[in-house]
């Protein structure tokens, strides 16, 4: 090689820390699911154990808290296509 060529060269930049994008990514979503499935189970288990219905409103909180979740994973993942673009 010729290093009068190499040393006239810009150097590239360097990449972005994209494995330090993905995890930041990762631990976002699971927050973002986590968060309301215990949240809302949580609920549930409080009001089953006051009113004696369970696992009825237990159910119903897992099912909401999922739902919830799947709403902030879609707002995450509209974001980071935006940030992307």
Same mark, same amino acid.
Do not use: C, H, Y
């Given at each position: 090689? &010729?290093? %009068?060529?190499? /040393?006239?060269? +810009?150097? /590239?930049?360097?990449?972005? &820390?994209? =494995?330090?994008?993905?995890? =930041?990514?990762? $631990?976002?979503?699971?927050?973002? @699911? %986590?968060?309301? $499935?215990?949240? !809302?189970?949580?609920?549930? @288990?409080?009001?089953? +154990? +006051?009113?004696? /219905? %369970?696992?009825?409103?237990?159910?119903?909180?897992? $099912?909401?808290? !999922?739902?919830? %979740?799947? =709403?902030? $994973?879609?707002?995450?993942? /509209?974001?980071?296509?935006?940030?992307?673009?």
């Amino acid at each position: 090689m &010729n290093k %009068a060529a190499d /040393s006239t060269t +810009k150097p /590239s930049k360097p990449e972005p &820390n994209v =494995l330090g994008t993905i995890l =930041l990514d990762l $631990v976002d979503t699971a927050w973002r @699911i %986590a968060t309301p $499935v215990l949240l !809302f189970a949580g609920i549930g @288990i409080f009001i089953d +154990k +006051k009113i004696g /219905s %369970a696992p009825w409103i237990t159910l119903l909180g897992v $099912v909401i808290g !999922f739902v919830g %979740a799947g =709403l902030l $994973v879609k707002k995450q993942l /509209s974001a980071v296509n935006q940030r992307e673009q």
